[in-house]
DNA sequence: ATAAATAGTGTACGCGCGTACATTTTTATG
DNA sequence: CATAAAAATGTACGCGCGTACACTATTTAT
């Protein structure tokens, strides 16, 4: 049954036009609901765009109009490790989607070169988007001059869940600060003094408002911030497994630690659990951002739940607000986030080890 | 700093020419590479776009050319709550970015609608994409009623991890059925004889491959199929742990089981341990994916890995030599998946059960 | 030397649609 | 009924590029 490809010629509507006995201009007018149109003419048009199955041609449309009707979406070049979890991108990325067929826009998928910067102008000046959303951004002199050099461009973009201090990305966050202060004050307040920190790379945002949002439940609470309390990754979980033996090298002094994500949590769970240390007993462990294997880790990750979707979602609007009013108005967002309290860090919670 | 937006007005093919003394059409000549051209002409255009920092504009090359120079990608509708992993599509996402990148094309992500069937025609009727990549089929009614409008319609389009018996789509899928045998046979190896299977909805060919697998295994090594044995979630993990309460009813019956995915498995582990039956040690358990969490979760889940990443590149490579080539070649692929043996299905790690 | 092949370049047009402007038809107004 | 205003429709052109074809300059074959 192999098919005949009806591909070959596509109906215009040249063809349209003749057969509802108009001009080529009237159908467009009916199709685009432009300018005043007689309700027979419409009719006559619709019912010949029906009959021959017309559809227009989006590339003619986007040629005559100047517009791209899509929206460029960036993702980090992401290596066979994946250092963030695909959960995190998955999120934003569907928050994004939804608005995006909301609007009838397309999303074009841009993947960002495993080596270099990429230059952020170039599908712009192609004129294969008409605005770009950033995933994935880092603090980097290349991707800082990159992002200038956008900016200066005039092209509207903005980054989701970073942000460059100093600079004035539009961008959508979500407030890390409030919520890291609020999973250390969950600790402060399960009775943990000797709070640790295992935080990611200085070249994400996030991960200088995690420390400023552990910093400050210490001031809070009065308690004193001990930098060699103070342990880095690099978001993996594989970095978190690391991290276990300089934690339980320091495990005297430490009754509780806060990791900057689930992931780098997990390996330090593990970790720990291998040098007898349990979670959720010896020691409290708090994560961030609330992925699937959090509930489902033993014992069950306390984290942070950050709005991933609803981020996507509202970059989304901003950026389609923007092309669609012309306006260049800056904006940057911060969402809410929440703490989920699990087992990992409560202090009843201690039981089994096995 | 704001900027003054210079996207006001491109650069345009016409005034290279102008700059280079030479006409348009030698301007593309030089820049496509195509037809003869002498070398100091060559030079005085590139020179010429180089100072005008000329880009062609990619919607008038596609609109001159017919082609789109796009791939569309399917997303299945998603949820709030993630039926498949985000892990599954990410991966196939990536493999299929990775090609396109390369290729030079682009990427059209598409999300179907929430209710009602997507007309996959469409995106190939106004020109948008050039062939498509389906990933999330299932085998009902309307989506097989689009598929064959699809394939009668002659566009070039594949599935990735599906398959529809009876019908001859093109498409890369894993090799379930000996993935799933696999699994069950290592479990017969490690002695359990009694191996029941929870499995997904049938209308992923997924499933049904999955059980074949499982029936072959048990035949070749004599053991009876029992229905009563065998359990259906829908993959996620919230169906593997409801799916724990039929399982513990009969678990005098069962030392093994083999969940079609690893969310069910997990959900199912967690569900068992509730109820006093550990995995691991009162019951063999063994997933299929390989996802995440699956190394976290406790115990370590023994699961068959699947290349997703491998089967969207590949499905990439295809779809792009159909394009170029224009040859209807059908084509069906299956990579082959990896058993990984972890804690929860090896008999040393546990005691014994009755 | 001349003819024929080839290299190099320019001219002209179409791709399908949006839309400014011109023209025709209808309606409103007195 | 005449006329101005408004509604409805048609004509014409441009969007930026690829490329068929025509044409000229150069090389090769005879």
Redesign the interface.
């Known amino acids: 049954?192999?098919?005949?490809?009806?591909?070959e010629r596509?109906t215009t509507r040249k063809q349209v036009a003749e057969r509802a006995g108009v001009s080529e201009a009237t159908v467009s007018r009916v199709l685009n609901n432009v300018g005043p149109v007689k309700e027979s003419t419409r009719r006559k048009v619709l019912q010949a765009a029906k009959e021959l199955g017309y559809?227009?041609?989006?590339?003619?449309q986007?040629?005559a109009r100047r517009k791209?009707g899509?929206i460029g979406?960036v993702?980090p070049f992401?290596p066979k490790v994946r250092m963030f979890?695909?959960?995190y991108?998955?999120?934003i990325?569907?928050g994004i989607?939804?608005e995006i067929?909301r609007k009838g826009l397309?999303?074009?998928?841009l993947?960002k070169?495993a080596d270099g910067e990429m230059d952020y102008t170039?599908p712009?000046?192609?004129?294969?988007i008409d605005a770009l959303i950033i995933l994935g951004s880092r603090n980097r002199p290349g991707e800082l001059r990159e992002l200038i050099k956008l900016?200066?461009?005039?092209?509207p973009f903005c980054l989701v869940n970073q942000h460059f201090p100093g600079y004035s990305f539009n961008g959508i966050d979500a407030d890390h600060v409030r919520g890291s202060r609020e999973a250390v004050q969950h600790l402060i307040e399960q009775g943990y003094k000797r709070i640790a920190f295992l935080n990611g790379p200085v070249e994400y945002s996030n991960s200088l408002d995690r420390l400023e949002g552990y910093r400050q439940a210490l001031e809070e609470a009065g308690l004193p911030l001990v930098s060699d309390l103070i342990f880095e990754g690099n978001y993996s979980?594989t970095s978190g497994y690391r991290a276990a033996s300089d934690v339980a090298a320091k495990i005297s002094d430490i009754d509780a630690i806060f990791a900057a994500n689930d992931r780098m949590a997990?390996?330090l769970i593990?970790g720990l659990y291998e040098r007898g240390i349990r979670a959720g007993v010896d020691i409290a462990v708090v994560g961030y951002d609330n992925i699937?294997?959090a509930v489902?880790?033993?014992p069950p990750l306390t984290t942070v739940h950050v709005p991933f979707h609803e981020m996507g979602k509202r970059a989304a609007e901003w950026m389609i607000s923007q092309m669609t009013s012309g306006a260049?108005v800056h904006f940057y967002e911060k969402l809410e986030t929440e703490l989920i309290v699990r087992r990992s860090s409560i202090k009843e919670g201690g039981v089994t080890s096995q």
């Open positions: 049954m192999r098919a005949l490809r009806e591909v596509i559809v227009p041609n989006a590339i003619a986007r040629f791209s899509s979406v993702l992401v979890s695909t959960f991108f998955s999120e990325l569907s989607g939804e067929v397309d999303l074009l998928l993947f070169p170039m712009f000046r192609t004129g294969k900016q200066q461009s005039g092209y979980r997990i390996g593990q699937d294997a489902v880790c033993e260049e």
